[in-house]
DNA sequence: CTAAACATGTAAACGGTTACATGATTCG
DNA sequence: CGAATCATGTAACCGTTTACATGTTTAG
């Protein structure tokens, strides 16, 4: 369901988009919520197409085919949208690994942490010059999850610090 | 790959236990990283018990069994937390809605992160009180994830709070 | 002319969800 | 004895990943 919603999502904000487009702009803006490949995505259309939602606006060039967002498929998003359903998937690899952190030697785990902070702070310095470059042009699509993103990869890095020092401190206290 | 890897980390920081404990662990504890029910989990068990990575330990009452991690299981644990593969999955469905906010009414959006605020509150208050109760008895499974969890829902809460205000603020200058 | 980028598709294998199915033990 | 809980399993279906497969246009 969700990659369909996010088909309509994406062809709602940016307008008529080819299979091609929508995957290149799946990696750059919603990848950090939802991961969808072509081969995923083209018969995803081909199905949207068939029930309804979308339409295959135009053809162009090299068999390109531009979708475009019915009405019976904006309504299907907005209900997705409103409908509080408590069930929201959430899936985390990392948020897995700090459950079993403590089942590494201290060193180890500290050592992974660090790491971990290191790559947060690069993330987070690519989010940040994301959200300045468009600062100065107009509000782009995606503003307030680009906001979330930055906020959420500072609390990580943050946690990461503070759990590596924790680890290290307590390794200290038990040979002194 | 990722549920072996939860099931193995599981039965390393409890100790050998059945499907039917780690199925119920599994809600109670990593289900806020990963979801998965005994019809996944049974026959996981059964392929990994089979490839080496776990034994049956001892069959109990009921048919029950009960699993331990071998060295080799132990092994690959280590291998898959030290790796550093940047391909850690992630999946957020809640992260997705706030993409396309900007495609409902902004008095809709600004109502949809009210309540979006208060599950985000009650979250906290259940998940500090599991902390809270913690820390007068001894230190437990998941402390460091459970810390990360208190704060990544601290953090989706002031943004949902922020994000709000903020669409209410430009919605009210639109019509002053 | 040739390499890169554009553009779409299918198929096999794997992972995950929902529903079906069964039986043993314990507690009231 | 009946209901709840313990305990395990299978099968059908759907979603996801990886690999295979093909052809067009543009830029150098």
Redesign the interface.
């Known amino acids: 369901m ?1 990659l369909r ?2 088909l309509l ?1 994406l062809l ?2 940016t307008g008529p988009s080819s299979g091609y487009d929508l995957t290149k702009l799946f990696e750059r ?2 990848g ?4 969808a490949g072509h081969s995923q995505i083209y018969p995803e259309l081909n199905k949207m197409a068939a029930e309804g939602w979308v339409t295959v606006e135009q053809e162009g060039p090299r068999g390109r085919k531009s979708y475009a967002v019915t009405d019976a498929g904006a309504l299907e ?2 209900r997705w ?2 409908d ?1 359903e ?1 069930s ?17 030697e201290p060193h ?1 785990a500290a050592a ?1 942490l660090r ?1 971990e902070v290191e ?1 947060h702070n690069a993330q987070l310095a690519h989010l940040e010059a994301l959200r300045d470059d468009r600062e100065r042009k107009e509000a782009g ?5 680009l ?3 930055i ?2 990869t ?3 890095c ?2 990461a610090a503070d ?1 590596a020092a924790t680890i290290e401190e307590s390794a200290g206290e038990a040979r002194p």
Chains 1, 2 share one sequence.
């Open positions: 969700s919603i996010a999502g709602t904000v803006s919603i950090y919520a939802w991961q998003l907005r949208l409103l509080k408590p929201r998937l959430y899936r985390d690899e990392r948020l897995l690994r700090a459950f079993f952190l403590p089942t590494l180890e992974l790491t790559a699509f995606g503003d307030y999850a906001d979330l993103g906020r959420k500072q609390t990580v943050d946690w759990t």
